[in-house]
């Protein structure tokens, strides 16, 4: 029974810190200034829909077949092709294949890029990273930076594809993030994006410990629910205890 009392006030304490972070916490996000904490403070919010001359698109079907095999340096390897969709970039037509289909955009995906006028693979390539980000930008910062790394991405921790990091020399140190195999712009974010994020992650216990999610559904939070059933249990059967003994009366 010792051992039982003594877990139960070590629970307690866990609990009573955590309930402070969450009340903490929540009250952040109801004073917040929340367009701020979304990180598109110099974000263009309007992108043209650039022209298409259908007459100069290429039959989509051929390059459905033709990049449906990946040349590989021992033998040619089946890869299907799940979708194909005309998209825009830069004013240009793309056709976007997709090979390995995630659920959301965010999910891993593994795209191909086809020029649709002249038919040629088109690549993500850093030249290319910078005009798709200095177009969603309109802050007076220049570039000081790209950086091509790998998930998990601190500003988006759900982000599950590899990315492009371009970032900006402005007073809120802006950076744009695009998907390396799509082209896809997976948003901006800057320090009142990464000050409100940093609340977020105390609010959901996304610590990183046992592998940030960027969301409320992780390990952390099932083992403190785990403990939180302890200290209930635990309280539980001091009061049974209490009973037994005495201590409750009913006059």
Same mark, same amino acid.
């Given at each position: 029974?010792?051992?039982?009392?003594?877990?139960?006030?070590?629970?307690?304490?866990?609990?009573?810190?955590?309930?402070?972070?969450?009340?903490?916490?929540?009250?952040?996000?109801?004073?917040?200034?929340?367009?701020?904490?979304?990180?598109?403070?110099?974000?263009?919010?309007?992108?043209?829909?650039?022209?298409?001359?259908?007459? #100069?698109? $290429?039959? +989509?079907?051929? *390059?459905?077949?033709?990049?449906?095999?990946?040349?590989?340096?021992? !033998? @040619? &390897?089946?890869?299907?092709?799940?979708?194909?969709?005309?998209?825009?970039?830069?004013?240009?037509?793309?056709?976007?294949?997709?090979?390995? #289909?995630? $659920?959301? +955009?965010?999910? *891993?995906?593994?795209?191909?890029?086809?020029?649709?006028?002249?038919? !040629? @693979? &088109?690549?993500?390539?850093?030249?290319?990273?910078?005009?798709?980000?200095?177009?969603?930008?309109?802050?007076?910062?220049?570039?000081?930076?790209?950086?091509?790394?790998?998930?998990?991405?601190?500003?988006?921790?759900?982000?599950?594809?590899?990315?492009?990091?371009?970032?900006?020399?402005?007073?809120?140190?802006?950076?744009?993030?695009?998907?390396?195999?799509?082209?896809?712009?997976?948003?901006?974010?800057?320090?009142?994006?990464?000050?409100?994020?940093?609340?977020?992650?105390?609010?959901?216990?996304?610590?990183?410990?046992?592998?940030?999610?960027?969301?409320?559904?992780?390990?952390?939070?099932?083992?403190?629910?785990?403990?939180?059933?302890?200290?209930?249990?635990?309280?539980?059967?001091?009061?049974?205890?209490?009973?037994?003994?005495?201590?409750?009366?009913?006059?």
């Amino acid at each position: 029974m010792k051992l039982i009392k003594s877990l139960h006030k070590w629970l307690s304490v866990l609990v009573a810190l955590q309930l402070l972070i969450w009340l903490a916490s929540g009250l952040f996000f109801n004073l917040m200034d929340h367009s701020k904490a979304r990180g598109n403070e110099y974000r263009v919010k309007t992108e043209k829909r650039a022209a298409i001359d259908t007459a #100069r698109l $290429l039959e +989509p079907s051929v *390059y459905l077949v033709k990049y449906a095999l990946k040349q590989n340096s021992l !033998e @040619q &390897q089946a890869r299907p092709v799940y979708s194909i969709k005309l998209i825009t970039l830069l004013s240009q037509p793309y056709y976007l294949l997709n090979h390995s #289909r995630g $659920l959301y +955009p965010h999910f *891993y995906n593994e795209h191909l890029l086809i020029n649709a006028y002249t038919g !040629e @693979q &088109q690549s993500i390539d850093e030249e290319m990273v910078l005009n798709i980000a200095s177009s969603s930008y309109n802050g007076s910062g220049e570039v000081k930076s790209t950086v091509k790394i790998l998930p998990p991405i601190a500003d988006f921790p759900k982000e599950q594809n590899s990315v492009w990091q371009i970032n900006f020399a402005d007073e809120l140190n802006t950076s744009a993030y695009i998907d390396v195999s799509s082209g896809r712009l997976v948003g901006h974010s800057n320090d009142d994006k990464r000050f409100a994020d940093f609340f977020f992650m105390l609010h959901f216990m996304d610590y990183g410990l046992m592998g940030a999610e960027g969301g409320f559904n992780n390990g952390l939070v099932i083992f403190f629910a785990l403990l939180l059933l302890i200290f209930c249990l635990t309280g539980a059967i001091w009061v049974i205890e209490l009973i037994n003994k005495g201590r409750y009366k009913i006059r």
